[in-house]
C-alpha cells in the first residue's frame, strides 16, 4: 500500500506511480485519440458532413453511465474497507488472546509463552499468504512439536495453524492450567480468527458478477468508440483531447475499482497486509516475550 500525504495537492497532481490508471491506459489513450482524429479527418474533410446537435445522446447516456460507474467504484471501495476492518480485527484479537495468555500463565511458563507467541504470528502469516497466492509452509516457524513436516502436510494451513492453538489452549485446560472460565475467554478469540479469515475468504472469492463486470466494460467500450462520430461535427480537431479524456475518466473508475475489489494481493492499492502482520508480530512479542 502507498503510504502518501493527501493534503499535498501539487505532488499527487503530477505523480505518476506504476499503479496509476493514466500510465495503465496511456496506450489505450494513444488509440482513442488516433481513432478521433481519423474521425474527424473524415467528417470534416471527406465527406464533409454538417450534422446538428449530434451529442445529445452521449450526454444523456453519459449520465446513466456515470451512475453505473459511481455503484461499481462504490462496491469496490466497500470490499476494501470491509477487509481492512477485518484485519484490524485482527490485529486487535491477537493483542486480547496474548494478553490473556500472559495473564493466565505466568512469567514462569516460559516455554508455553513461546509457542504460543509463534503460533499467533504463525497463524497471521499462514492468512496472510493464503488470501494471496496461497499459504507457504516453509514461511512458518517451527512451534513446540508443530515443525516444518507438520505444517507441510497439505491442504488447508490457516486451519492447521488454528487447530493447533486450540490444541494447545486445551491441553492447558486439561491440565489444570487455566479454568473452564479462562478456557472460554480464550476459546472467544480463537473463533473471532476463523470468522475473520472466513469474511476475507468471502470477499475473495466472490467478486463482482460477471454480467455487470461484462456489460460496463462493453457499455464504455461502445460510448467511447462512438463518440467521435458526433462531437467531431461540433469541435473539430478538438474533439481528439476531449475524448480521450472521457475515456481517461470512465475507463480509471473501472480499472481502479477491479484493483481495490480484491484488497489482500500486493498492489499498490491493496491493504498493507504485511505491515499490519508485523505489527502483530511486534505486539504479541512484546507482550508474550
Not at 500500500?1 to 491506459?25: C, E, G, Q
Not at 490444541?167 to 473463533?191: C, P, V
Amino acid at each position: 500500500m502507498i503510504t502518501y500525504n493527501p493534503k499535498d495537492w501539487w505532488k499527487l497532481i503530477f505523480a505518476f506511480h506504476r499503479s496509476d490508471s493514466f500510465r495503465v491506459l496511456l496506450p489505450g489513450m494513444v488509440a482513442v485519440a488516433f481513432y478521433t482524429a481519423a474521425v474527424a479527418f473524415l467528417e470534416n474533410q471527406v465527406f464533409h458532413l454538417s450534422f446538428k446537435n449530434t451529442t445529445i445522446v452521449h450526454s444523456l447516456i453519459g449520465f446513466v453511465l456515470s451512475m453505473m460507474l459511481i455503484f461499481r467504484t462504490n462496491t469496490a471501495y466497500d470490499r476494501w474497507w470491509e477487509g481492512r476492518k477485518l484485519w484490524g480485527s485482527f490485529v486487535n484479537n491477537s493483542r486480547n488472546l496474548a494478553l490473556k495468555l500472559h495473564a493466565f500463565l505466568g512469567p514462569a511458563a516460559a516455554v508455553e509463552r513461546t509457542l504460543f507467541r509463534t503460533l499467533i504470528v504463525n497463524y497471521l502469516l499462514a492468512s496472510k499468504e493464503h488470501l494471496r497466492q496461497g499459504a507457504v509452509a516453509s514461511n512458518l516457524a517451527a512451534a513446540g512439536p508443530y515443525d516444518a513436516a507438520h505444517w507441510s502436510r497439505g491442504g488447508h494451513l490457516p486451519n492447521r495453524v488454528l487447530a493447533a492453538l486450540f490444541t494447545e489452549i486445551n491441553r492447558l485446560y486439561t491440565g489444570g492450567t487455566i479454568s473452564g472460565d479462562q478456557l472460554i475467554l480464550l476459546n472467544a478469540e480463537l473463533q473471532s480468527f476463523a470468522d475473520n479469515l472466513g469474511a476475507c475468504e468471502r470477499i475473495k472469492k466472490t467478486p463482482i458478477p460477471y454480467a455487470y463486470s461484462l456489460f460496463l466494460k462493453k457499455i464504455i467500450f461502445i460510448y467511447v468508440f462512438t463518440m467521435p462520430i458526433g462531437f467531431v461535427l461540433d469541435f473539430g480537431y478538438w474533439a481528439v483531447p476531449v475524448v480521450t479524456f472521457v475515456f481517461y475518466a470512465f475507463a480509471s473508475i473501472e480499472v481502479i475499482a477491479e484493483e481495490i475489489e480484491d484488497p489482500f494481493g500486493a498492489d499498490a492499492n491493496d491493504l498493507p497486509t504485511d505491515a499490519i502482520t508485523e505489527t502483530i508480530r511486534a505486539n504479541v512479542g512484546e507482550i508474550l516475550g
